[in-house]
Structures are given as structure tokens and as C-alpha cells.
């Protein structure tokens, strides 16, 4: 079994709305000095191989087409 994490962020230049809230939250409650936030999301997943060059292909399909909008984010996979 491959497990594998799959972090996806907005690319640069992409407005952020959700983080410049929390952002704004974060100094409403007294956390100052934090310079920008930046909201993303993340996925572990789990493959029914033990073939880790196989199970990179197939999660980075997996974000290709489901897991990540390509045109404005970013993704990172990693075994783990």
C-alpha cells in the first residue's frame, strides 16, 4: 500500500479571498505580524500498490482531473 499526500495551493498572482479573511480574523483576535495568509487545501490518500513510480502517475492524473483546477492552483504530492 502507497500512501501519499496531495497538497494544492492557489498559484501567485491567483486573489485569495478566504485568506485575506482569515488574515483579518488572525489580527481582530490579536495575532499582529502576520504579513499574508494564503488558504489552500490538502489530501491523503491511500493506493492499492506497491508500486510507488506507478502510484505517482496515477495521483498525479488524479490531480489533473479531479483533485486540483490546474488553471489557477498548484499541486504537491508526496509519499509518504
Same mark, same amino acid.
Given at each position: ?6 497538497? !494544492?495551493?492557489?498559484?501567485?498572482? !491567483? ?11 488572525? =489580527? ?5 505580524? !502576520? ?8 489530501? =491523503?490518500?491511500?493506493? =492499492?500498490?506497491? =508500486? ?18 490546474? !488553471? ?9
Amino acid at each position: 500500500m502507497i500512501k501519499a499526500r496531495v497538497t !494544492v495551493t492557489l498559484k501567485n498572482g !491567483v486573489l485569495d479571498p478566504q485568506g485575506k479573511a482569515i488574515e483579518g480574523a488572525l =489580527d481582530a483576535l490579536g495575532f499582529n505580524g !502576520v504579513g499574508s495568509v494564503r488558504q489552500g487545501k490538502v489530501f =491523503d490518500l491511500e493506493l =492499492d500498490t506497491a =508500486d510507488k513510480a506507478q502510484a505517482e502517475i496515477e495521483i498525479n492524473a488524479m490531480c489533473e482531473k479531479l483533485l486540483a483546477n490546474t !488553471v489557477i492552483e498548484n499541486y504537491q504530492v508526496e509519499i509518504i
